[in-house]
C-alpha cells in the first residue's frame, strides 16, 4: 500500500495497493493471449483504432492534464501541451507507419529478396513520472503499431496517470489486454521480465533502474532500449545571436520545472559574452512565475517530490561548498526549488559531473572552441548538446566531436515524432521515435528467393 501526495501543498491525493505477482501474472498471460489476435489485424486495422485514441485523447486532454499537475507538479499549460504532443505523436504515425512496415526489397544475386518486419510479443515498459502521458506514448504507440501487445509498469508517483492511460485504450476500443496496465513496484518487475512470452522491455528512468532491468533481460537473452539520464551542454559561441540563445536557454533548462533528461544542464558561453549571457540569463529567469502549478499563469512549479527537491539541494550545497556562487536562487521549500543561476563552477563539483534534476544553471566560460567540446564532452552521458552561432556551415562540419545521440544548432535539445531519440554512453542505448522507434520491437525478416 502506498499513497500519492499533491507535491505543491503536500496534500494527500489517493492510497493505492500494489498488485501482487500472481495478479501481473495473469494480466501479463491475458496481453500474451490478446497478442494472439491483435497480430493478425491489418495494419489498417489497427491504425483505425489509433484514430480512435486521438479522439479519446483529446476528449480527455484537460482532465489527463489535471491529473498529472496533481501527481507530479507540472505547470497546467505545460500538462495540456503534453497531451497535445502524444496527439502529434499518434497522427505521424498514422500517416507514416504504412511505409515504415511495408515489406523492403533488396537487390542480391537472387530472383527475389526483401525484409519484413513482424511483431516480438508481449513488450514490458518501465516508464518514469516526469512527462508521465508522452514518455509512455513514445514507446507503446510505434510498438503496439507494430502488432506487440505492452504491459507497463509505471512510476509510483503518478500512479493515476497510469490508470488514466489504460482507460484510453479501452475507450478507444482496443481489444482487452492490447495495453494493460500493471500497478507493480520496482522489485516486481523481474518477475515479470521472467516470463518466457516477454519478448523485451524498454525503460525510461535512471542509470540504477536501467542497469538492474537489463542486466536481468540479457541473463535471459532479450532484448532491451534504455533511455537513462543526461547531462547536456548548452554552448553559446562568440558569434551566437545572444538574445535568441538566452531566451531559449531558459526554456532549455526550466521547462517542466528543469526535471527533463535533455533539458539544458550545464550552460559553456564564450567569455567574450559570458558577462552579458549572465546578466540577461538572470533577467529572463527572474521573470519566471513560481506558483501553483494549477494556474494557467505559472511556468515553474514544485518539483514531483520532496525527496527530489533536497536531492537538487544537497548538489548545490555541496558545489557551494567546494567554491560556486549563487546568481540568483538556491533556496529550497519544501518541493519547491527556486530557479538558480551559478558561476564559479569546477569540473569536479556535483552541479557539473552529475545530473541535476530541476531547475540549475551553471553557467562556465570557455576561450577555445575545442575547450568547449572538451567540457561538453566531459561528462558520463550523451543524450545531446546545442550550439549557438551564426556560422551554421561551420559547426556541420564539427558536429562529429559530440558524443552525443543529438546535435541541435541555434535551438533546444527536443523530442520530435519525425526525430529518432537517444543516447550513447551512460543515457542507454537503442532509438524511440521516428522510423528506428518502430522498429525497435519487430523481428527484421530476411526473405531470399534463388
Ligand atoms: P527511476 O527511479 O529509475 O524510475 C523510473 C521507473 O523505473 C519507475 O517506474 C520506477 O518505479 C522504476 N524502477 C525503479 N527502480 C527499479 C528497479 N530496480 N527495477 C525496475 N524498475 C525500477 O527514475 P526517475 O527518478 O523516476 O526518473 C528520473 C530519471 O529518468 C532521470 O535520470 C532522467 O534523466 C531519466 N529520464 C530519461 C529520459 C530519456 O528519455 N533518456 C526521459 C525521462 C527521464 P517506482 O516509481 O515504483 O520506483
Known sequence: MFSNTNPFNLTFLSEYQYITDIQAVSYCEASKSTFNVWKTYSLHDRLKLIENLIYTLSKNKDALAKQCTLEMGKPIKQSVAEVEKCILLCKYYLENALNFLSPHTIKTDGTESFVTFEPLGVILGVMPWNFPYWQVFRFAIPSIIAGNTVVLKHASNVAGCGILLEKLFIDAGFPEGTYKNLLISGEQVANIIDLPFIKAVSLTGSEKAGASVASKAAGLIKKSVLELG???????????????????????????????????????????????FIDKFKTAVQALKTGNPMEEDADIGPLARVDLAEEIEK?????????????????????????????????????????????????????????AVELSNGTEFGLGVTIFTEDREAIKKKIHLFEEGAVFINALVKSDPALPFGGVKKSGYGRELAENGIKEFVNVKTVYIK
Open 315 to 371: 548538489q548545490v550545497v555541496k558545489s557551494v561548498e567546494m567554491g560556486a556562487k549563487i546568481v540568483i536562487g538556491g533556496k529550497r521549500d519544501n518541493a519547491f526549488y527556486t530557479p538558480t543561476i551559478m558561476t564559479d563552477i569546477t569540473t569536479d563539483m556535483p552541479v557539473f559531473n552529475e545530473e541535476v534534476f530541476g531547475p540549475v544553471a551553471p553557467v562556465i566560460p570557455f576561450d577555445t572552441f575545442e575547450e
Open 230 to 276: 543526461g547531462s547536456n551542454a548548452f554552448i553559446v559561441l562568440k558569434d551566437a545571436d545572444i538574445e535568441k540563445a538566452v531566451a531559449t536557454a531558459v526554456t532549455a533548462r526550466m521547462q517542466n520545472t528543469g526535471q527533463s533528461c535533455i533539458a539544458a544542464k550545464r550552460f559553456l558561453v564564450h567569455q567574450s559574452i559570458y558577462d552579458v
